[in-house]
């Protein structure tokens, strides 16, 4: 049976089940990128430079959006989105 939300509107429900729907996309994509790049290093017949630059972009733009890569076992590994800006201000939300 599905949840009655009371305290949060069916609106920021559905943006959070966007934003996680997203995430899935966006980890199957760098997990494909780091592996192309892995495969093109471990091959010495293949240039490696193209796959590794087109997983540091990837990379990058994660980085931009504030999306990181939690660690853990290989093939286990999570993204996870900064809710809080860095630095300073980083440090909770003011209520």
């Known amino acids: 049976m599905a949840?009655?939300?009371r305290m949060i509107s069916?609106?920021?429900v559905k943006a959070i089940r966007a934003a996680r729907k997203a995430?899935?996309?966006i980890a199957k994509r760098a997990k494909r990128?780091?592996?192309a790049e892995d495969?093109?290093?471990l091959d010495e017949n293949v240039d490696w430079k193209p796959h590794a630059l087109k997983n540091w972009r990837m990379l990058d733009e994660m980085a931009a959006l504030g999306i990181s890569e939690l660690s853990g076992p290989k093939g286990k590994e999570k993204l996870a989105i900064r809710l809080t800006p860095s630095?300073?201000?980083g440090k909770g939300f003011a209520l």
């Open 87 to 89: 630095g300073e201000l």
């Open 39 to 41: 495969a093109a290093l």
């Open 3 to 5: 949840m009655k939300f």
């Open 23 to 25: 995430l899935n996309r």
């Open 10 to 12: 069916d609106g920021d």
């Open 33 to 35: 990128l780091n592996a």
